[in-house]
């Protein structure tokens, strides 16, 4: 959701950009995951400097640098989706929406600005870091066009990251680092973790990790603030 005035072809040709891009992502990591990331770092960068459509003030743009943490491929996963049979089986029944409830269809996750924005968790990823495993919700945006969406909140933000947890995956707006359906698995890898648009701008409404994706850690790989 956005509150400041872009104009609709210039976010639909930002959109159609982002998918590109992680299109050749997917290819490059296919192959070579670091040539993939170093890729994504520079079209990206480029992107969020040169659009119109960019989350970044205008008056910032020119000079707009992306500032990372160093390339570590050991926080590069393929993860099973895990899925609870009890919600898998109430994803057909009826079920009322408490207010700020949750539930497999009745999620609502916080956002940066404005009301919370209803979600689906689809199921869990548990992830391998050195310091132990972790679980992750993964979610459903049920809107029209749908897609995955995997925000997360970790020990680096407010510091050097944005106070407000950072994305991993957001499929209905291209950002997308693939997967095989056929055995139920999804890429998540944490040097693909950038900061939502209001991070950048306050006027855009983000949705943000709700308390089940704020990790006891630190995941010092992806976007960082400058």
């Not at 970790?154 to 947890?165: A, F, L, M, S």
């Not at 707006?173 to 950048?200: I, R």
Request: aromatic content about 10%.
């Amino acid at each position: 959701m956005i509150e400041t005035a872009v104009d609709p072809l210039d976010l639909a040709d930002w959109r159609r950009r982002v998918s590109e891009l992680y299109a050749e992502v997917r290819r490059l990591a296919a192959v070579h995951p670091p040539a993939a990331h170093a890729y994504w770092r520079s079209a990206r960068e480029s992107l969020y400097r040169d659009h119109k459509a960019s989350p970044v003030l205008a008056e910032s743009r020119s000079s707009f640098q992306a500032v990372h943490f160093a390339y570590d491929s050991g926080l590069r996963f393929e993860l099973s989706l895990i899925v609870d049979a009890a919600e898998d089986a109430a994803e057909d029944r009826p079920q009322p929406v408490a207010a700020g409830g949750g539930g497999l269809l009745g999620l609502t996750l916080p956002v940066s600005s404005g009301q919370p924005l209803r979600f689906r968790r689809i199921g869990w990823l548990d992830v391998p870091f050195e310091g132990g495993p972790r679980r992750l919700a993964l979610f459903w945006l049920p809107e029209y066009s749908g897609g995955l969406f995997l925000p997360f909140r970790d020990g680096t933000n407010g510091r050097e990251t944005y106070g407000g947890g950072r994305y991993l995956l957001d499929s209905g707006k291209g950002a997308d680092l693939g997967g095989d359906p056929a055995v139920g698995t999804v890429v998540v890898d944490f040097n693909f973790a950038y900061q939502p648009s209001c991070a950048f701008d306050p006027r855009w409404s983000c949705p943000l990790a709700p308390a089940e994706n704020r990790l006891d850690l630190e995941v010092r790989s992806g976007e960082r603030i400058g």
